[in-house]
């Protein structure tokens, strides 16, 4: 039967001509999972690309470093150790690899030359820049290209390295396979950890900074040994767009108070001669309260409220019954929290002269008509910001002492 | 007595709701965020969006009370009573060509953002004409069929762009909406324009509503079926202004994709939301598409109807496909998109009215 045969020709040719232009089989692509930016060093013998005078140069030339996954690394089950950069031994769940460029486009197709899977970027989870190529002011122009490709996902996790960057990505965890994926795990502890970890910076929202001309922090991560500590802010200055400084310590905390970002993490108070431990739960509240009546001296309420409980007291009180120690408790954490966002005002208003708390922000969304007037000079130039006058007024309720009333009997008693 | 209810060649007033609200649905929500955002001021915008859906409100009301007023005739017969026949044959072709634009317009945005997000070597070139031939299969089959078609495929897509909706939730910044109310009037005027682009499409019922088995139902049904991609719309657009910001949403170019993009599902599955949003989202793309291209072919044969169907649908396709490739980049062919919406304007607003004010000045009725 012809017409039969002439049926079954055409449905031949269906399953077989059917295809997929963009076909790329998963094991021909190389997941990236971090990457790292630092300034390429003279001596450094990584360059690959023949050098031209007359090919068009970029201010700065870049050394990239991208972590890819080796997925048999991750089955094996084993593996740890080696892996710095450039290399990656036998077991490794993942590989360090990196070039140099005048472009991050092109330094990664330089990668292209060098690696078997082809760089594949919607699974990065975290960039790092280096501290100096962030205090240089090019971090806009390395950004653009983690924005504009399509490939790029919006969640990226950017971090400033304390020193350079690509040793960030060649840590070796302990409980994780892949640095990145660890350091990843490390930002999401933010109810866990201590207050000092700064709220993580997206790409995508960097993105919607860098458009304005707000001044802005971005977490610091910084190796050490086996691990990485992410603590600390480094602060930009938002016209220029380069790294001023660091903040650390009690400077972060008093900053997300300010910001109403703080989440957990302990604050410690002295009561009698002992120390006793308060958590907050759930995210502080915070409202400004603003008087703009003098462009020269502005003055801004914040009254911060944080709920918590008890979570360690090593003075000894009778919680259940005795009211009035909560009320000074209260009183105690309320001031510790205000000491620690007056000493970050006096820090960014006074010394830094920066608008890191989003001051000129809630003036852009609450006083447009005055912005107007003031945004050309909000943190430089005439510097409004720093005339300003910030009070802060703190307010704290402890919901319960814990499970426990006392450990030992109250002394002296 | 209906023995056989879709053996009929008819279409009942859900099809017609179905069909706007599909038609409607489209590619104007992908870039509408950052149009409207340029010309407002914070989230003003869904005050234009609002405005302009009015505006297509009205006039899709307009659009299908003059083509009930004359059931089962064709746009072509009861503008010929209107405005004698020769006029009548140039304002059909006419729409016809609009639609074909239309059609050719929707091939090259799906195209051009399908290479962007999905398919990175795949030439544009290839992947409009795969989505032109489903098209084109599409339409060389009964009119009926493609009018039913939007009834499986909206659900899907109006449930698709409420999970985008919520799963941005976790993102949403109220901070980001204020400052409220601070727009210009001319700056709400401009916003409103550019969303009644968006809004366009609805002209396709000059054609359909011959088909309407009750057509009194007809203009209430449009109504509905407008309101639908406008309550949409602005829930999306308000997402989008609280997700990004403004600023950052002006400079983004298809915003509505990029918000997709920020999503973040935990478990790892879904991790790339956008692809399985932007792939549902190619169904009502499709729709729009196939309408369009069925109501410019019913148009054309209204005029001459001695060529069969399918031997018109093969003869429209290339030109369609050209005219659809040939913008050279995508800012020539936002510039084509702007010309298609002043013909949709043309089309969808100006020559209805007039008709309908002919038609209710001179007391015209198409007997019933």
């Given at each position: 039967m012809p017409k039969t045969l002439w049926k079954l020709s055409w449905l031949i040719c269906i399953v077989f001509l059917g295809g997929c232009w963009d076909r790329v089989e998963i094991e021909e692509r190389g997941f990236v999972v971090g990457a790292a930016v630092d300034f390429s060093k003279k001596d450094e013998g990584m360059a690959t690309e023949e050098k031209s005078e007359e090919r068009p140069h970029g201010k700065q030339r870049y050394l990239l470093t991208l972590q890819m996954v080796v997925p048999g690394g991750l089955s094996q089950g084993g593996g740890k150790g080696g892996g710095g950069a450039g290399a990656g031994s036998g077991g490794d769940a993942y590989y360090n690899v990196s070039s140099v460029g005048d472009t991050m486009f092109q330094t990664v197709r330089q990668l292209g030359n060098r690696v078997s899977r082809s760089p594949f970027f919607p699974h990065m989870k975290i960039l790092i820049i280096s501290e100096e190529v962030a205090r240089s002011g090019h971090l806009p122009d390395i950004i653009d290209y983690f924005l504009r490709d399509a490939e790029m996902r919006r969640g990226v996790k950017i971090m400033i390295a304390n020193g350079e960057a690509r040793e960030v990505l060649g840590v070796n965890p302990v409980?994780?396979?892949?640095p990145a994926m660890y350091i990843d795990s490390v930002t999401r502890n933010e109810r866990s950890s201590s207050s000092t970890l700064p709220e993580h910076l997206r790409i995508g929202d960097l993105n919607e900074i860098l458009l304005t001309q707000e001044s802005f922090t971005i977490p610091r991560i910084k190796p050490a040994g086996n691990e990485v500590k992410i603590g600390g802010v480094s602060v930009f200055e938002g016209r220029k767009n380069s790294m001023v400084d660091w903040l650390g310590g009690d400077d972060v905390i008093g900053l997300a108070i300010l910001k109403g970002k703080l989440k957990g993490g302990a604050i410690n108070i002295k009561v009698g001669d002992n120390l006793v431990s308060y958590e907050a739960k759930g995210s502080i509240r915070r409202k400004i309260e603003a008087d703009v009546s003098d462009k020269e001296n502005m003055k801004f309420t914040f009254t911060v409220k944080s709920e918590g409980v008890i979570v360690e007291s090593m003075e000894t009180i009778n919680y259940l019954k005795d009211p009035e120690k909560w009320e000074l408790l209260q009183m105690k954490v309320a001031d510790e929290m205000k000491r620690m966002a007056e000493q970050a005002i006096r820090k960014l208003q006074k010394e830094m002269k920066l608008d890191v708390i989003g001051l000129g922000n809630y003036l852009e969304q609450n006083e447009p008509e005055l912005w107007k007037t003031v945004e050309k000079d909000?943190?430089?130039?005439?510097n409004y910001f720093s005339k300003a006058t910030l009070h802060v007024q703190a307010k704290v309720i402890i919901r319960n002492p814990g499970v426990v009333n006392q450990t030992e009997p109250i002394q002296g008693r | 007595m209906k023995s056989f209810e879709y053996g009929d060649g008819e279409i009942g007033s859900r099809e017609i709701l179905y069909a706007v609200s599909s038609v409607v649905?489209?590619?104007?929500?992908?870039?509408l965020p950052r149009t409207v955002g340029s010309a407002t001021m914070g989230s003003d915008g869904w005050v234009s969006i609002l405005l302009g859906g009015l505006v297509a409100l009205l006039f899709a009301w307009i659009v299908a009370k003059l083509a009930s007023r004359f059931p089962r005739q064709t746009f072509l017969e009861y503008t010929a009573t209107l405005v004698s026949r020769p006029v009548a044959i140039v304002l059909t072709l006419l729409l016809a060509i609009h639609l074909m634009q239309f059609t050719a317009y929707e091939m090259r945005v799906v195209a051009n953002i399908s290479k962007i997000y999905?398919?990175?070597?795949?030439p544009v070139e290839v992947i409009g004409l795969l989505f032109l031939l489903v098209v084109v299969y599409a339409v060389a089959n009964s009119s009926v069929g493609l009018l039913r078609l939007n009834l499986l495929f909206l659900p899907i897509v109006l449930f698709a762009a409420i999970l985008l909706l919520l799963m941005n939730i976790g993102y949403f910044e109220p901070e980001n909406l204020k400052p409220v109310f601070s727009t210009k009037w001319t700056g709400y005027i401009q916003g409103a324009k550019e969303t009644v682009f968006a809004f366009?499409?609805?002209?396709i019922l000059l054609i359909y509503i011959a088909m309407a088995n009750q057509p009194e139902k007809v203009p209430k049904a449009a109504v509905i079926g407008m309101s639908i991609p406008i309550l949409l719309y602005s829930f999306v657009f308000i997402m989008v202004v609280g997700v990004f910001g403004r600023t950052a949403m002006i400079q983004l170019v298809d915003p509505t994709i990029e918000i997709a993009k920020e999503v973040e599902v935990p478990g790892q599955f879904f991790e790339r939301f956008e692809s399985l949003f932007f792939t549902i989202w190619i169904m009502t793309i499709f729709n729009t598409a196939s309408l369009s291209f069925g109501a410019s072919v019913i148009a054309i044969r209204s005029v001459?109807?001695?060529?069969k169907r399918i031997w018109l649908v093969f003869i429209l396709t290339p030109i369609i496909y050209l005219s659809g490739m040939a913008p050279p980049n995508l800012i020539r062919n936002f510039e084509v998109g702007t010309w298609i919406g002043y013909s949709g304007v043309v089309f969808a607003m100006l020559i209805p009215a007039i008709l309908l004010g002919i038609a209710k000045v001179r007391g015209i009725k198409g007997n019933a």
């Open positions: 409980n994780e396979k892949l909000w943190d430089h130039g005439k | 649905i489209g590619v104007g929500i992908f870039t999905l398919f990175d070597r795949t366009l499409g609805f002209e001459f109807p001695k060529i």
